[in-house]
């Protein structure tokens, strides 16, 4: 499949989904576009029963119609020869490989086949590594990684992230993680399906261009805003039995924010892994305006270690026997990537039908500048 991608309707098998009992009775049928059956069957409005090879490559048939009109083609490579003065020229088309008109941003599609994307672009996609920083300047995209610091075209790493937005709102479309290469000529953001590439800019001035203008901005801020370095939580003043007056301070905050109606705790407060939860009510609004109340269930955890997966085995199970809307960890330390990606992961499996929440180390140093008085009671902290 090329470019010369159209629009086509399929009947639907399941169109009794989507009737009422009398257009059924009269035989009527549905007749959905690719997009509208990739979106009915990620949102679970249907079962797939059709098999059309699209809903496995969902995102790429997307791709087909979006890219296309973000200045996209697929690669394509022509050859001409010359048969006894009749010139015949023949075109071959990379299936699922993007290409701009100038190259700086390319696309790779999972249905794009590996042997036929040219060497240059595998060769720069070989060793990756994950980026340790990232900055979105005003002039300039900054990327940090093994202590070196690269540059990239803001408005072409723009560009890309509203073309998964605009995706995400058909398919469960997200940038899992950002990679780049040694050279830190290439920039990917890789969503599963997907791999968007930004070329590098290969310049030594763009920190300083950007300190200037962040400079600046913090000088047209100072009439309105007094700025300070952050104070940090000093976690070894915490006093002795740390798990314990880790769920105290805990206990302390939670009642402090805005949204929380109830608060219960739950287990044993004396459990030798410190472990203690808290069942809480959150008082929301839906798109409509109207009221709505979320259950969570709260867990706290005080380590000396970064939480991993380990750490909290069983939170899906406690999750999912609580009956709750949401599960939401609460720590000192830092998440292992890995345990972030499962709690980020949560909303894109279908089979879970609640929402994760974080509290983490930068957190609580949030909360020693807003709620200064919870951490210099000397209730909790050794003076």
Not at 76 to 104: A, H, M, P
Not at 106 to 121: D, G, H, T, W
Not at 227 to 239: E, G, Y
Not at 320 to 325: A, G, P
Request: hydrophobic residues 35%; aromatic residues 12%; charged residues 30%.
């Amino acid at each position: 499949m090329g470019t010369d991608y159209k629009k086509e309707s399929y009947e639907c098998p399941e169109s009794e989904s989507f009737l009422d009992n009398k257009e059924i009775i009269r035989g009527h049928k549905i007749y959905f576009d690719r997009n509208e059956c990739i979106r009915n069957f990620t949102w679970g409005n249907c079962s797939g029963s059709c098999e059309q090879n699209f809903l496995d490559n969902s995102e790429y048939y997307l791709l087909l119609e979006y890219a296309l009109t973000d200045g996209f083609k697929e690669f394509s490579i022509e050859n001409t020869i010359n048969n006894q003065g009749q010139l015949i020229t023949t075109k071959n088309v990379i299936q699922g490989f993007f290409v701009d008109d100038n190259r700086r941003r390319a696309i790779i599609s999972n249905v794009a086949n590996p042997k036929l994307i040219p060497e240059k672009i595998l060769y720069q996609i070989r060793d990756l590594i994950v980026i340790d920083h990232i900055y979105e300047g005003y002039e300039y995209l900054l990327v940090k990684a093994k202590n070196k610091i690269f540059t990239f075209s803001i408005q072409l790493y723009q560009s890309f992230k509203e073309l998964i937005r605009v995706m995400d709102l058909y398919v469960s479309c997200k940038i899992e993680k950002i990679l780049i290469n040694k050279e830190g000529t290439l920039l990917v953001l890789d969503t599963g399906q997907t791999k968007f590439l930004i070329s590098g800019i290969l310049t030594t001035e763009t920190e300083e261009i950007e300190r200037a203008i962040l400079t600046s901005k913090l000088e047209e801020a100072k009439p309105f805003f007094e700025f300070k370095a952050i104070k940090k939580v000093d976690w070894s003043k915490l006093k002795d039995n740390k798990g314990e007056y880790f769920e105290r301070l805990t206990e302390t905050l939670l009642p402090l924010e805005p949204n929380l109606i109830d608060i219960k705790s739950i287990g044993k407060t004396n459990a030798a892994d410190r472990g203690r939860d808290f069942l809480v009510t959150e008082k929301s609004f839906d798109t409509f305006g109207l009221s709505v109340e979320k259950k969570w269930l709260v867990q706290c955890k005080f380590s000396d270690k970064s939480i991993s997966p380990k750490t909290i085995p069983d939170w899906v199970n406690r999750t999912v026997e609580h009956e709750v809307d949401g599960y939401w960890l609460i720590t000192n330390n830092d998440l292992t990537p890995d345990l972030f990606d499962q709690l980020n992961d949560v909303p894109k499996n279908k089979h879970y039908k609640f929402e994760t929440r974080v509290w983490q180390r930068n957190t609580f140093d949030i909360k020693l500048v807003t709620r200064p008085e919870v951490f210099i009671t000397g209730l909790y902290f050794d003076c």
